[in-house]
Each structure stands twice: as structure tokens, then as C-alpha cells.
């Protein structure tokens, strides 16, 4: 699960990618021709009463919750094979220290935020991680609050290629999860994964019809449900069944195959679009970044949740390990043949979920055209629904290119999980804190070289694990000879 499917919970709409009107963006950006914005012309996509409701502040174990439930998806079930990659120890050091990592950034990108917002005088219930770009650009180094629009568009970019690449990922998931299940059950019949697929995406085009904030909170806590009871029975078969002698696997790996590793570990943990949301609908916001607050609590569960499973998991198949720990479970006995249906299931109801994000955002850019913009309501209506139509096509056709989960989880986290999670916040920070740079005691050592190595190891992680992640892709779909 993650940003939208968390706000569900939450309580929060604002990091919808301002597919969600907020009072901040009509106040900061009035004349803004940012397509992704909200555009008073166009169709609420909640009803008053499903906003009500979703604007209710949670506990301190609410939040930590849901902070938890948005960090584990289908990313954690890729981590065995990231220690595949990357070898048993070498792959444990990693996953600790991206996790490590994205922990600190998203303290970075909090403290960045409550600073604007003390500063300025801000609403914080506003306050998501785009106009956080926004507002530290709009009164930072006056030759760059020129392009604050322009960053806050790049960010809002790499937003919607998550949302469109979480859906894709759902689409394989559940594709070759069905495949793997076909096989096992009936063993002369030779599953076709693109065939599964396009039956699967006919499945989902209705469910993408559905704009109910209600029906999705409903589906929502029914996929959390079951997909603690598959971790329960993954676990559970880990741990029963033998593991390896961990002497027997390779502490670490070649350099070319740990770099692919590189984007599953960051893509589980790119959480940190969620955490601005979930702190500002806590009824005691403090809480959230006390060293024992919900954001500490909740990433050290994370990190030793995912340690677990993808060590084990490793330490159990080896070198057989696939791309999904769900493929290796085996169908029996019958407890453990329920694995497989159990997250097919879960996926297939969060599909819904991501894909509200950017189908709301391309519903913004559709009022960009004249002759949808002055068309009727039925007329538009049509055009939305055509739209849905055609961006579920689109997740079923980018799925397919490359129908391998394990490397569409990689390309996807060194891509866009790297930008958000890693590189961004840290220069954030830099730029608001740039025009007190002068007051700050040992600025050029405690500011700039540190945020510059944090920098540098986010371009070095997005550079090197995307071009491995390709030349994996070029060698994987090669024909053999």
C-alpha cells in the first residue's frame, strides 16, 4: 500500500498530487497554468459528505498504523530476491541502510516543512510534499523563486510515474501470481502470461470506473486484512519448512548484479510522501518525530519486518529464489495454496486504489482541451470514462513490455523512488536554509557537504541502479540462441 491508499485511513487528501483541491493551491498559485492543479472548472471527484469524513484527525496508534500499512506492499515481497542480486549479507547491509537512510530524509523533508510553515505562517493541514517545493522555492534564492512553479511540476511528475508504475507493477503481480497458480494445479498447461494479463485488465477496466471514496476505504481495510494473513503464512512456511546453511550462499555478489538490488531496496522503502499527510491529521502532530514518535517507532518495524522476510526468505530458496516470494510457495499443503489467492486478492482491490491518483490527475489535464472543457457534462463524462479506459490499457501494455516483477519493482525504484526519496529532500532543505546561510554556524560543513553527499549517493542509486536495471532487462528479454 502507499500514498492514496494510506489517506483512505488517514484521513488525508491533500498529496493527491493536487488532483484534490486545497486552499493552498488557489492562494499560492492563482495564474498557474500547472495542468496537474486543481481547476475550478471541472467536476468535484468526492462528494461533500465522502471529504467530511476524510478529513477526521487520528491517534498517535492510528497513525503509526497506517504509517506501517503504507509502507508494506508489494515491494516487500520482491526483497528476497533483491538479496538474490545482491548476495545474503551484502543484501541485509543494504536494505538497514536505505532504510536508515530514507528515515533520516523523511525527518529532513518534516523539518524542511514545519520550518515554512512556522516562518510563514501556513495552514499545515495544507501543507503536502508539492507545496512544500513550492513554498521553500517561492521564498528561497531570489534567482530561483522564478522556477518555484517549474519544481513543483517535476515533483508532481514523479509522483504520477509512481501511481502509474504502482499499477502497472499490481497488473504483473496479479498476472504472473495466476500464471504460477495455473501451473502448479495443472502442470501440462502452459500458462500464457500476456493472455492472463489482458483477461486481468478486462477484470479491472469496471473496478476503474469506481470514483467512491467509501468503497475504496472499505476495500482498502479488506486488503490490509488478508495481506497480514499471507505475511502470516509466508512466515509461517519460511520457518517450518528448513532454511539453507547461510555458509552455502554468497555473502555478496558482483558489482553489476548488487546494483540492481539497488532499486528494490529504495522502492520499499519510498514512503516518505506519506508522512507530511499522516502528521498533519495527528491530533498531536509533536508526536510524529519524538526519537520514540510514531515515524521512528513505525520505520523501525519497516526495516525489521523487511529484514526478516527477505533474509529468510533468501535463506530458504537460494538461488531458485524468484521474483515474487509468493512464486516459490508451493501449493500444499492446503494452508499455503492460499497464498497466492490471498495477495492476487489484495492486489487486485488496491489496483483501484493507485490508479484513483492519476486517473484524477489526467481527468485536471483533460480541462487543458477546449473541446472537452466546453463540451457537456454527459459529453465530459464520457471523456473521463474513455480516459480510465485507455490508462488501464496503457498499465496492462507497459506490465507486458516487461513482464518480469522483480525488474519492473528495480527500474521503478532507481527511477522515481530515488528522485522523491532521496534527492529531493535534501535539497530542499538546502535552498530554504541557503538565504540564512550566514547565521548558521559552520554552514558550508554541517548544511552543504552533508546535504551534498546525501545528494550524491540519491544520483549515484538512481543513475546506476536504472542503467543496471536495463541492461538486466536487455539480457532478460534477449532471445536466447
Aim: charged share 15%; aromatic share 12%.
Amino acid at each position: 500500500m502507499t500514498v492514496n491508499e494510506n489517506n483512505l485511513l488517514t484521513g488525508d487528501t491533500t498529496n493527491y498530487n493536487s488532483a484534490i483541491p486545497s486552499s493552498a493551491d488557489n492562494q499560492l498559485e492563482t495564474n498557474s497554468a500547472n495542468p496537474l492543479q486543481y481547476d475550478a472548472t471541472s467536476e468535484p471527484i468526492l462528494e461533500p459528505e465522502d471529504l467530511s469524513k476524510l478529513r477526521k484527525n487520528t491517534s498517535s496508534a492510528s497513525a503509526l498504523m497506517n504509517f506501517i500499512k503504507g509502507n508494506i506492499g508489494t515491494g516487500i515481497l520482491a526483497l528476497p530476491v533483491a538479496f538474490k542480486y545482491s548476495g545474503l549479507w551484502m543484501g541485509l547491509f543494504l536494505l538497514i541502510f536505505y532504510g536508515c537512510l530514507s528515515s533520516y530524509l523523511m525527518h529532513v523533508l518534516l523539518r524542511t516543512a514545519d520550518s515554512v510553515i512556522m516562518r510563514h505562517e501556513l495552514d499545515r493541514s495544507t501543507m503536502d510534499y508539492t507545496e512544500t517545493v513550492f513554498i521553500v522555492f517561492k521564498y528561497g534564492p531570489p534567482s530561483l523563486r522564478k522556477y518555484k512553479g517549474k519544481f513543483k511540476h517535476i515533483v508532481n511528475v514523479f509522483l504520477l510515474i509512481t501511481q502509474v508504475g504502482f499499477c502497472c507493477i499490481y497488473v504483473l503481480f496479479i498476472s504472473e501470481n495466476i500464471k504460477y497458480f495455473i501451473e502448479v494445479v495443472a502442470p501440462d498447461h502452459n500458462a500464457n502470461i500476456f493472455l492472463i494479463g489482458f483477461i486481468v485488465t478486462l477484470a479491472l477496466l469496471p473496478l476503474s470506473q469506481i470514483t467512491s471514496m467509501r468503497i475504496f476505504a472499505a476495500m482498502s481495510a479488506v486488503a490490509i486484512a488478508v495481506t497480514v494473513i499471507g505475511l502470516v503464512l509466508i512466515f509461517s512456511y519460511l520457518l517450518s519448512t528448513g532454511l539453507l546453511n547461510p555458509y552455502t550462499l554468497p555473502w555478496y555478489k558482483p558489482f553489476g548484479e548488487t546494483l540492481v538490488s539497488l532499486g528494490i531496496f529504495i522502492f520499499t522503502f519510498e514512503g516518505i510522501s506519506l508522512t507530511l499527510p499522516i502528521r498533519n491529521r495527528m491530533i498531536n502532530p509533536h508526536k510524529f518525530v519524538l526519537p520514540f514518535g510514531v515515524l521512528n517507532m513505525a520505520m523501525v518495524i519497516v526495516i525489521s519486518l523487511c529484514s526478516l522476510l527477505g533474509f529468510f526468505g533468501y535463506l530458504r530458496f537460494g538461488e531458485k529464489t524468484l521474483s515474487s516470494i509468493t512464486y516459490n510457495i508451493p501449493n500444499s499443503p492446503v494452508a499455503y495454496a492460499l497464498v497466492k489467492p490471498i495477495f492476487i486478492f489484495a492486489i487486485f482491490t488496491s489496483y483501484m486504489l493507485q490508479f484513483f491518483v492519476p486517473a484524477s490527475i489526467f481527468s485536471r489535464l483533460m480541462m487543458k482541451f477546449r473541446c472537452h472543457r466546453e463540451a457537456s457534462p454527459r459529453r465530459r463524462s464520457i471523456n473521463r470514462r474513455v480516459m480510465r479506459v485507455c490508462v488501464v490499457i496503457f498499465t496492462y501494455i507497459i506490465a507486458m513490455a516487461v513482464p518480469h516483477l522483480d525488474l519492473m519493482v528495480s527500474l521503478l525504484g532507481a527511477v522515481s523512488s530515488s528522485m522523491l526519496a532521496l534527492i529531493i529532500p535534501p535539497l530542499l532543505e538546502l535552498v530554504h536554509l541557503w538565504p540564512d546561510r550566514d547565521t548558521i554556524p559552520h554552514f558550508w560543513l554541517t548544511v552543504v557537504f552533508q546535504h551534498s553527499i546525501l545528494t550524491l549517493i540519491g544520483v549515484f542509486s538512481l543513475v546506476s541502479g536504472t542503467l543496471a536495471t536495463i541492461i538486466q532487462i536487455s539480457k532478460t528479454l534477449a532471445p536466447s540462441d
